[in-house]
C-alpha cells in the first residue's frame, strides 16, 4: 500500500466524521475519539455508542490512517493509552477504525 492510498483512506473518512457530525447536531465541544478494533471490537462500539462510524481499512495501513485521522482532528498523541502495534494488529486482526463521541452512550 502506498502513500496515495493512506492519504485517500483518510480524507474520506474525515468526511464520513464531519457529516455524521453535522447530522447529529454536535455542539463546538463535541469530540470524536477514535479507535482501532477488530470485528468483534466495531460490533460492542456500534451497539454502545450512536453514531458510531465505522470503516474497514486494509491492516497494513490501518495504524497510518488512524495516525492520520487523528492528526486531521488535531488530537493529541500524549495520552496514547494503549496502541496496538503493527505485530498485533495482524495477530488480532485490526481492520477497522471506528469513531464514537464518548459523551453518546445508547440509552
Request: glycine share 4%.
Amino acid at each position: 500500500m502506498n502513500e496515495q492510498a493512506i492519504e485517500t483512506q483518510t480524507r474520506m473518512y474525515l468526511y464520513d466524521l464531519m457529516n455524521a457530525a453535522k447530522e447529529h447536531g454536535f455542539k463546538a465541544d463535541d469530540s470524536w475519539e477514535l479507535s482501532m478494533v477488530n470485528d468483534s471490537g466495531r460490533s460492542k462500539l456500534q451497539k454502545d455508542y450512536y453514531p458510531a462510524i465505522a470503516v474497514k481499512i486494509a491492516p497494513e495501513i490501518v495504524l497510518q490512517v488512524f495516525n492520520s485521522a487523528r492528526s486531521g482532528l488535531k488530537q493529541s498523541f500524549n495520552n496514547e493509552g494503549h496502541q496496538p502495534d503493527e505485530k498485533s494488529i495482524i495477530t488480532d486482526n485490526i481492520n477497522f477504525l471506528v469513531a464514537i463521541n464518548p459523551k453518546r452512550m445508547r440509552g
